[in-house]
């Protein structure tokens, strides 16, 4: 699909020159996410946008949606595209909507503990600006240095102090959002649609404008820890035990490649994360660590290199120097499955000849969002698509074993009917309700299409993902 002059003019003269990009280097860098795309991507779907717009307001936002419903022309809501799911990837061109000019921290309810931000503000910074309050957040993304509020909320919001403090969702008071035709509304937890129905809904169903946050008191201490063990049986059983008996903020198991890019671990598995409370509870706690770590033949590193550790939480992806690419997914799981699913990805990692990295980061004390990485070179086109559809492989399993994906995006969206189906049909509804041109980040998260606007079957996705993993053990 191709924007016309007319609209093009239109679009300038309501937003301005300064906000409306058609620069062909420019739309090439807005094609992908921050995964990358094997090439016959490209030949499935227009992946390159027919403008860029930077709105600098809700009422910015609302001008592009109205105009865009007025010329059927597809609108692509993106943040900083950390997400690598395809989830901001046009499908069929279109309007690529940065929000990332939405970037005001608004206003700090200091009596109350309520932030009112914009959606493309980064996480770093409002962590950054509560440093001079006695508030902290309660939850944030692993991509806190360069992810957005508004793109947090918008595909997930699992992250560090989730064990603690819930979800992100549940530490949100009411967000601005703008529907597809254009309309603002204010929701919470009772309004119609609910909070619930619109986060975690990939950008299909509205756009987050502005996010009043849930703050909660800066702790009287924080204790960072960490602890090496000699195999990943053993760390996890001691996780698991740390989840029982202590009450962290975060708690991370890392196992195979990650402990090879550091010096000062030396062992198969380690895991850390941070204990926050009064300084007699967070004491007690990490007197419980010890003996826990001693019982499963484990040690605590000095607290030096656990705050190192600690303060590096944010650089998940380092190992990718490695690469120089890698391949992934994430997605949620029962805890007492995480050694069959570890085992199961260093077996795929095996057979492909691609070194694995896993994360497991511990949600609940039954559930963990674990992060299986394979490192990969997308210099070799033909081995490198051999190897996308490892990400197929192991989303298969997780699901069999009660996961399910964290995202779906572009390419995780056959797996939504299997693992999610009620979600599905819900989505689809409101989809319908909200967006009936289907304007808004069409073709993602609970159908794809091709050019020319054809349907892709999720089975004929599927099938041709399974036939690519079987070709590389012949190519």
């Known amino acids: 699909m191709t924007t016309s002059d007319k609209f093009l003019s239109e679009l300038i003269n309501r937003l301005g020159q300064e906000y409306v990009s058609v620069d062909s280097l420019e739309k090439l860098v807005y094609a992908h996410d921050f995964a990358a795309l094997p090439k016959f991507v490209k030949l499935l779907f227009n992946t390159t946008p027919d403008v860029i717009v930077r709105p600098k307001s809700t009422e910015h936002v609302t001008e592009i949606m109205k105009l865009a419903n007025e010329y059927k022309i597809p609108v692509i809501p993106r943040g900083s595209a950390t997400w690598g799911f395809g989830g901001t990837v046009p499908v069929k061109g279109g309007i690529i909507l940065d929000l990332t000019g939405l970037n005001r921290i608004i206003h700090l309810d200091e009596k109350n503990g309520l932030l009112t931000v914009e959606c493309g503000v980064v996480w770093e910074d409002v962590i950054r600006f509560l440093r001079k309050t006695c508030w ?17 909320a918008a595909t997930g919001g699992i992250g560090y102090g989730s064990l603690k403090y819930g979800p992100f969702v549940k530490n949100v008071v009411k967000v601005t959002a703008v529907l597809p035709d254009g309309r603002v509304i204010v929701v919470d937890d009772n309004s119609d649609p609910s909070l619930s129905q619109l986060f975690g809904s990939e950008g299909i169903l509205c756009v987050f404008t502005e996010l009043t946050l849930k703050m909660v008191p800066k702790n009287e201490a924080e204790m960072p820890f960490m602890a090496n063990f000699s195999n990943f049986a053993n760390a996890l059983m001691a996780a698991q035990e740390v989840l029982r008996l202590t009450r962290p903020h975060s708690l991370v198991l890392r196992t195979f490649g990650f402990v090879r890019t550091k010096d000062y671990v030396e062992s198969d598995a380690y895991f850390f994360g941070c204990f926050n409370d009064n300084r007699r509870d967070v004491y007690e706690q990490y007197l419980k660590l010890d ?31 490695w690469g120089p690419s890698i391949l992934g997914n994430e997605f949620i799981i029962p805890v007492h499955k995480i050694l069959d699913m570890v085992r199961y990805c260093w077996q795929l990692g095996n057979q492909a000849h691609l070194d694995v990295e896993v994360e497991v980061m511990f949600i609940s004390k039954d559930e963990a969002l674990m992060f299986p990485l394979f490192l990969c070179d997308e210099r070799k086109p033909i081995r490198y698509l051999m190897s996308a559809a490892i990400a197929k492989k192991v989303l298969d399993v997780a699901i069999k074993v009660g996961g399910r994906p964290y995202g779906y995006g572009l390419w995780n969206f056959p797996f939504m009917e299997i693992a999610e189906p009620e979600k599905k049909r819900e989505l689809e509804r409101m989809k319908s309700t909200l967006d009936s041109q289907n304007l808004l980040n069409p073709g993602k998260t609970i159908g794809a299409e091709v050019m020319l606007g054809l ?5 004929l996705y599927s099938t041709f993902m399974d036939g690519v993993w079987v070709l590389r053990k012949v190519i």
Request: proline share 9%; hydrophobic share 30%.
């Open 136 to 152: 902290e957040l309660p939850t944030y993304p692993s991509s806190a240095l360069s992810s957005t509020v508004g793109g947090w």
């Open 291 to 321: 003996s826990i770590v001693n019982r499963y033949r484990g040690y605590l590193v000095p607290e030096d290199e656990a705050r190192r550790e600690w303060e590096e939480r944010f650089y998940t992806l380092r190992i990718k120097k």
């Open 455 to 459: 349907p892709l079957p999720g089975k």
